[in-house]
């Protein structure tokens, strides 16, 4: 159970604002923005221009990735007091690649109530628009720094059957997109958002190897923020899932037309496979047949 009472005094907000376009911010995180006691913020610097352009003087608390363990206890006595809180980061949804998650570990263990103020965030911006599968995606944030690192991660969701959304900034976009072309071939679709919600929003869709040749082509294409989306690797039949589907047909040939038995036996001579397992199969396919 949350630890809340009836008035909504020692709330943590988790405030999403926007990833570019300031008109993204939405009502809700206004109302709760103006209402609180202390936003806690990646960047005081930064959230004090949104707040300015909110019309809202705060009180601003620095909480980033370095100080983040730290102030865990200090925000926890401001809540236990009945203090209102916000936690806001530089752009989008705090947690996501950005700070709050140990914070918002710790409170929701000692049961705080903490309440989600939804809005933008830069994947599911990106995924909305980019025409792949969204049934399944797995969000992989920032690749690591150095090559090596970097080709290791790809290399884990080689075979992934999920569209894979990944963040870059514009230091790192030519060297991503190099070592994804190595991983993962120049064939794999990809599509790429830039600057999302910005005058110079752009979207790219294609291969890996035309993506980095248009990032190449003009050093503009490499300026910004990106989400890169990859498509979802389709699965090919391998040859023992072929082999396992001509066991089933012959299996269920033969117990059409023979005792359970006498099917399991001749598959197992004709496939080589354990005459139990057959069995048991040749057993299930005849009461399906049935
Ligand atoms: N918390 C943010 C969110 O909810 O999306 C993400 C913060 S993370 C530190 C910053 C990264 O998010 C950027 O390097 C980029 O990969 C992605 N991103 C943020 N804003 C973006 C935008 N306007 N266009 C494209 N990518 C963006």
């Given at each position: 159970m949350q630890k809340a009472n009836s008035?909504?005094?020692?709330v943590l907000y988790v405030v999403a604002t926007p990833i570019g376009?300031?008109?993204d911010i939405t009502q809700r995180a206004i109302a709760i923005l103006s209402s609180v006691d202390k936003v806690c913020a990646e960047d005081t610097r930064n959230t004090r221009k949104l707040l300015t352009h909110l019309g809202l003087k705060k009180n601003l608390v620095a909480l980033h990735d370095h100080n983040e363990r730290q102030k865990i206890e200090t925000i926890a006595e401001w809540l236990a007091v009945g203090e209102n809180l916000a936690l806001v980061?530089?752009?989008?949804?705090?947690?996501i690649s950005d700070p709050g998650y140990h914070l918002v570990k710790a409170l929701r263990e000692m049961d705080y109530h903490i309440v989600p103020i939804p809005g933008a965030s830069a994947i599911i911006t990106a995924l909305s628009v980019a025409g792949l599968?969204?049934?399944?995606?797995?969000?992989?944030?920032?690749?690591?720094?150095?090559?090596a690192g970097r080709k290791q991660a790809l290399q884990l969701n080689s075979e992934s059957a999920y569209t894979q959304v990944y963040?870059?900034?514009?230091?790192?976009?030519?060297?991503?997109?190099?070592?994804?072309?190595d991983v993962f071939g120049t064939e794999k679709?990809?599509?790429l958002a830039r600057e999302l919600t910005k005058l110079y929003e752009q979207f790219f869709h294609g291969t890996l190897a035309e993506l980095h040749q248009w990032l190449l082509e003009d050093t503009m294409h490499q300026k910004g923020e990106f989400v890169i989306m990859l498509a979802a690797t389709e699965k090919k039949d391998t040859e023992s899932d072929r082999f396992e589907s001509s066991t089933e047909q012959l299996l269920s040939i033969l117990v059409e037309e023979l005792p359970v038995?006498?099917?399991?036996?001749?598959?197992?001579?004709l496939t080589g496979k354990a005459k139990n397992t057959l069995y048991k199969q040749a057993m299930t396919l005849q009461k399906n047949q049935k």
């Open positions: 008035d909504q005094q020692g376009n300031l008109g980061s530089d752009a989008g949804t705090p947690l599968a969204t049934d399944k995606f797995s969000f992989e944030g920032f690749l690591p720094a150095k090559e963040y870059e900034s514009s230091h790192r976009i030519v060297h991503s997109v190099a070592t994804m072309l679709k990809v599509v038995k006498q099917a399991a036996k001749i598959a197992a001579k």
